[in-house]
């Protein structure tokens, strides 16, 4: 048979996003962040710039709404394995500040700081079925004079009742029941954290 008796190879279809499709994938990519849903990606550490980052996405969401969105909670999406307790207050101090309700979605994990930012959601708080959730005590490597290792404790200590308190409450446990179990990494399962009050759905 001669080659050319050969059928013709059949083209491979290949689906390609329309330009303003993949345009905005893209923007979500870059900025973490969905105007059109109202979502924003926690899914990194949180580290010393994160409320800064934070509160600018916010503002950039809040910013474009229309006068028939302009109530519309905010969607923050947790997957993180925590990290600055002064970022996570602030966060928390934050968002009680907005005039609109924030609903706060594990998906994956939300541990240490993550876990108490997603407890503190001023709307909604929601976790995939198959999330993890883990609280514990802050850590920290310390140095330095007795003095202000005594000073350093002791403002530990004092944001660790805060922390306590917080978590008493938005949740159904008080400020001593977490006290002692955040003494080691504490994992929840799902449905105990519906139990205690941490979320209010699975989904």
Known sequence: MSLYDEKPKKETNIDIL?????????????????????????SDDITETTLADLMIRIRSILHQRTDTSKDDPINIIINSAGGDIYEMLGIIDYIETLSVKVNTICRGKAFSAAAIILAC???ARMISKRSSVMFHQSSSMLDGKMSDLESYLTNVKNIENTVY??????TKKDAKWWSDHMKSDFFISVDKLIEYGVIDQII
Do not use: C, H, K, W
């Not at 345009?23 to 105007?35: G, H, I, Y």
């Open 165 to 170: 308190e917080l978590l008493a409450e938005r």
């Open 121 to 123: 959601g001023t709307g």
């Open 18 to 42: 329309p330009e303003p499709v993949y345009s905005n994938v893209s923007e979500q990519l870059a900025t973490q962040m969905d105007f059109t849903d109202s979502v924003i990606y926690l």
